[in-house]
């Protein structure tokens, strides 16, 4: 549908150029081919975007891939620190119940100890008696005290015996003692062997912290990392329904300017003829705030004093020249004739209108940014000093300004001109 116009529009030039001789005609085709040009500049521009959005989808695919695999490592890391911790209390539970065991042993040792210690006591004591009352003498006393033999013998017995039972229970406790001693020592080398099973796994499981402390990061790196890319995406699929909308602007455009062409030349006829009235004025602004409409290709945008310039702001770089006025109901007018390419709403621009204008075949793009409201749509027609919207601070705007971009050509991300020396400002 787009190439039976621009044939037939063509044509139709080729039939004027013939009547009104070279020069004009070929300045007019350049112009019309060079728009022509400007479309399929977009047009490949377009298909260069998609490309790239769709290699950042694959992208996102292969980081989302990553993060479900660290997803499953980190599953098998939870379940093995729930495992070693169960198996830490485990082992200090038994740590636990071995030392309780060890300090049992010691205190019954203890005891034993002591019953030692005081029986001993008592037969030294027993001993010293002996000697220092010449004990024997009074042993001989207990025997010699006998009525008879077998009083003697039963006397005799009787010491010996309690001699013996003494020397007995020493034993006895002394066995006693050493089986006590055994019994710790095993206990302690036991402990000693869990509390080094103990220690195994707590460092498994510091080990198994730190796995997961890395994985942790690495999800989280790979997390920005597809924010990113998705960020990316965002932006290139914002740039692509730019870009898309200025194709058929561009095409409106071109049919604007076959139009001026022809009219051009049934003016030239008229001249050739008589004397002609070409006078074009006609400011369109309806508002008492409106900027005047000024002569020349461009004109002011808005009323108001420009409060920050394009080049380098804030370790950042302006794209384009703030006007602000903090006035109710400040209108916004088309720098120039053109075609309305987009009006959006854009998380960054607020209430946005992008015009193609075609200068003498020329494309430039003008951008209005954070208006309070929109006033044209897409594809329509706007003339010189026509109102496209109203002053704001919509999207990321400090206060309320026009924020007014140029492009030499399509609108193409961060490639804005200074419009300062094009645009009377
Ligand atoms: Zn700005």
Redesign the pocket.
């Known amino acids: 549908m787009k190439k039976p116009i621009i044939t037939l529009a063509v044509s139709t030039i080729v039939g004027i150029g013939t009547v009104f001789g070279g020069v004009s005609f070929k300045t007019e085709a350049a112009s019309l081919s060079s728009l022509k040009d400007q479309q399929d500049k977009i047009h490949n521009q377009r298909s260069s975007v998609n490309s790239t959005i769709n290699q950042a989808k694959q992208k996102i695919d292969s980081l989302q891939g990553q993060q479900v695999d660290v997803k499953t490592e980190m599953k098998r890391i939870d379940l093995a620190i729930g495992d070693t911790n169960t198996k830490i209390r485990e082992k200090q539970a038994k740590v636990d119940d071995t030392k309780a065991q060890i300090a049992k042993l010691q205190s019954d040792i203890k005891v034993i100890q002591e019953r030692i210690k005081k029986r001993n006591d008592l037969l030294k004591e027993r001993a010293r008696n002996y000697q220092e009352t010449g004990g024997m003498v009074n042993y001989l006393e207990v025997l010699m005290g006998s009525q008879s033999f077998s009083d003697f013998i039963d006397r005799a017995n009787a010491v010996s015996t309690i001699m013996e039972a003494d020397q007995e229970i020493l034993k006895q406790a002394d066995a006693d003692k050493k089986e006590l001693e055994t019994k710790q020592a095993q206990v302690e080398k036991e402990l000693s062997s869990l509390q080094s099973m103990l220690k195994e796994l707590q460092n498994m499981n510091q080990q198994l912290n730190g796995q997961r402390a890395e994985k942790d990061k690495l999800l989280g790196s790979l997390q920005a990392q597809e924010q990113h890319v998705q960020e990316d995406v965002m932006n290139m699929e914002e740039q692509n329904q730019v870009l898309a909308s200025q194709e058929a602007s561009i095409q409106k455009a071109i049919q604007m300017e076959q139009q001026r062409q022809a009219e051009l030349a049934r003016q030239q006829a008229a001249a050739q003829a008589s004397q002609s009235k070409g006078s074009s004025g006609g400011g369109s602004s309806a508002s008492s705030a409106a900027p005047p409409v000024t002569g020349g290709s461009f004109m002011r945008p808005a009323v108001g004093p420009i409060s ?1 310039t394009y080049g380098p702001r804030w370790g950042e770089f ?1 794209y ?1 020249v ?1 006007i602000a006025n903090p006035g109710a109901n400040v209108p916004i007018v088309a720098a120039a004739d053109g075609v309305v390419a987009v009006s959006h709403y854009s998380q960054s621009y607020g209430n946005v209108v992008y015009i193609t204008h075609s200068i003498n075949g020329h494309i430039y793009t003008t951008v209005y940014a954070h208006m309070q409201v929109r006033m044209v749509s897409e594809g329509q027609v706007v003339s010189k000093g026509q109102q496209v919207g109203i002053m704001g601070s919509t999207g990321e705007a400090t206060g309320q300004h026009l ?1 007014f971009e140029l492009y030499n050509g399509p609108w193409k991300y961060h490639s804005a001109i200074n419009p300062m020396g094009i645009v009377p400002l």
């Open positions: 920050s302006h384009g703030d924020h």
